[in-house]
């Protein structure tokens, strides 16, 4: 039984006992970077979230935090049930729409700066109420986030973004600046629950009011960490003036839950050194996820997250004395890395267009390309397990969602696509730069149905995504496609 087939049984079988109701729909959500599965139930006119998880320990601290919020007031998903296998729970339903879609969809606009205010207060509210009476012993790794945690973030951002930049620097003296950082920062006067990765994405807003998500990483910390995460998340790209109204903002709704006043001064001087720890700590993990992992979404982040640090190093000063930190800084912000990760992108100036077939190595063989350049890419995806082999799938195509879901979840096409896009990617710049003006790319498998077609469209919206080249897909064998 597949990992899919076991997490469908297992949300079904739990699902129908809570509902008391055996014909529920079950529908799997977009999979987020975690490898748990979410699907949305409903049943006689309601709906829950079920989540399914082989990790038992991060579900029982999920479980365990959550309900101890819920018994503070606070704003998190309510708990429905939660199987004896520790593998699968139901909460209630926050909807689709977060924080970070609020925010792209309307821009910096009054209602946006609101919903993040009330998001900061109500962090404020979590952070100190939820500390009180907390078992940390509960927490998935370290219960306080101290000097060492810190360094861990600093370690993450060294393995897995400095050094694959290449660049010499001396490696002693950066771990003395990392030792040095790390003890500034862990000697803070106040501790209290911290999110760990407090973001607008893991906010969601239910009737225009935000509910906190994702805090299963959650540990005792200096609650500047959670608000450097939020204001400071490259996607959102929040302009100065938000940011320091929100931290102000924020601040006077922690100010409402502390026996007396903080000093603003220190608090906000160690805030921008958190701000610093976690800029790193993203650039190590869209490092880890992008370069070594090969995922294109957090390979297209290093930019961004690039600017953001450069912009923080220009114009917030550390606080501290770290000679070899601060010149490693000055590497990675140099304009030449920036480029390096900021792929060639087609435009007015450099028109290129990529066609992108599917097809059948039975009914049609693979297409020629009758362009000046001739050529192109052929990729054979029958290495792939093939959905069109079982019955309920037969009928479908690569297009239709059931299909993608089967493929990205219980197949290698992740990791064959990984490596096609690296070998494309390689072409497309070089044609950019050279003035190509045409590409072309073929996959094929038996049928042409399901395991090419999925191909050729995750190729179009990969190099769309990175180069914002025109795509033109065709799936050559969709006549002959079993209905």
């Known amino acids: 039984m597949t990992k899919m087939e076991k997490a469908y049984l297992a949300v079904e079988t739990l699902a129908a006992t809570y509902f008391e109701d055996p014909a529920i729909t079950v529908n799997l959500l977009p999979q987020s970077g975690s490898d748990r599965l979410y699907y949305r139930i409903g049943s006689k006119g309601k709906t829950c979230i079920a989540t399914f998880n082989l990790n038992v320990a991060e579900n029982k601290t999920f479980l365990y935090f959550t309900r101890h919020f819920e018994n503070k007031g ?34 910096h606009i009054d209602l946006v700066y609101a919903q ?56 002693q003296a950066l771990i003395n600046d990392f030792e040095a950082l790390a003890n500034y920062l862990a000697h803070t006067e106040y501790k209290f629950f911290m999110f760990r990765d407090f973001q607008s994405r893991n906010i969601m807003l239910k009737d225009g009011r935000p509910y906190f998500i994702d805090y299963q990483g959650g540990m005792k910390g200096a609650p500047q960490y959670d608000v450097a995460s939020m204001l400071w998340q490259a996607r959102a790209n929040l302009n100065d003036d938000w940011k320091k109204k929100l931290l102000n903002s924020y601040m006077n709704s922690l100010d409402e839950y502390l026996p007396k006043p903080m000093n603003r001064e220190v608090f906000t001087n160690q805030y921008y050194g958190y701000v610093l720890i976690r800029l790193l700590q993203v650039l190590g993990a869209y490092g880890f ?59 007015e100036e450099h028109p290129f267009s990529i066609h992108i077939n599917s097809f059948s190595y039975i009914k049609n063989g693979y297409p020629a390309d009758d362009s000046e350049h001739g050529g192109g890419f052929v990729f054979d995806c029958r290495g792939i397990l093939n959905p069109g082999r079982i019955e309920e799938y037969k009928t479908q195509s690569g297009l239709d969602k059931d299909v993608k879901d089967y493929l990205e979840q219980n197949t290698r096409m992740p990791s064959f696509l990984h490596s096609v ?36 469209e995750q190729t179009a919206r990969h190099l769309r995504n990175k180069y914002k080249v025109k795509t033109v897909v065709n799936h050559i064998n969709q006549e002959n496609w079993k209905k």
């Open 289 to 347: 996820r992008g370069l070594f992992e090969r995922k294109a979404h957090f390979l297209a982040s290093i930019p961004l997250a690039l600017r953001n640090l450069k912009w923080f190093v220009e114009n917030r000063p550390l606080g501290i004395h770290v000679p070899e930190f601060s010149r490693v800084l000055e590497i990675a912000i140099d304009q030449s890395t920036i480029e390096k990760f900021e792929p060639m992108q087609s435009n």
């Open 74 to 107: 606070l704003r998190v998903p309510t708990i429905l049930a939660s199987d004896e296998a520790g593998t699968t729970y139901l909460q209630n339903d926050l909807g689709d729409f977060s924080l970070l879609q609020s925010l792209e969809k309307e821009g």
């Open 116 to 171: 993040f205010a009330e998001s900061l207060h109500e962090l404020a509210k979590l952070q100190v109420l939820g500390d009180d009476q907390m078992d940390y012993s509960q927490c998935l790794t370290t219960k306080e986030f101290g000097k060492q945690a810190i360094m861990s973030d600093l370690l993450y951002f060294k393995y897995y973004f400095l050094d694959t930049l290449q660049q010499p620097y001396d490696k």
């Open 421 to 456: 896009f690296d070998l494309i990617d390689i072409n497309v710049e070089d044609y950019l730069k050279r003035g190509f003006s045409r590409l072309m790319i073929n996959f094929g498998c038996t049928g042409g149905q399901h395991r090419s077609v999925y191909a050729a």
